[in-house]
């Protein structure tokens, strides 16, 4: 039996995102180290609403509902604030 854990799918969904992003075209001069994606992900999550689920079975169904046009939409704009806003002011020194 599977224990339940506790799991952010808007957390999933900006993870996944972040990388696609960074990986395209647009963002090909902005850092790809683990420490900037962690920054990036944590800054567009804290201007995000968290969607928490317990199972497996929540968890897709909360994936589904966020999957809407207009989450997505909202969501990739708080990413790429957020990889504007890092690529300025990175935490770190090349």
Not at 17 to 39: A, D
Request: net charge negative; charged share 15%.
């Amino acid at each position: 039996m599977n224990m339940p854990s506790l799991v952010n799918v808007t957390e999933e969904i900006v993870f996944g995102l972040i990388k696609f992003l960074l990986h395209g075209l647009e963002y090909q001069t902005f850092c790809h180290c683990e420490s900037c994606e962690l920054e990036i992900a944590a800054h567009a999550l804290n201007h995000l609403p968290p969607y928490y689920v317990t199972t497996s079975a929540n968890r897709e169904d909360a994936f589904n509902q966020l999957k809407t046009s207009e989450n997505i939409q909202q969501i990739n704009k708080q990413i790429i604030l957020s990889i504007y806003k890092m690529g300025k002011h990175p935490n770190h020194t090349d």
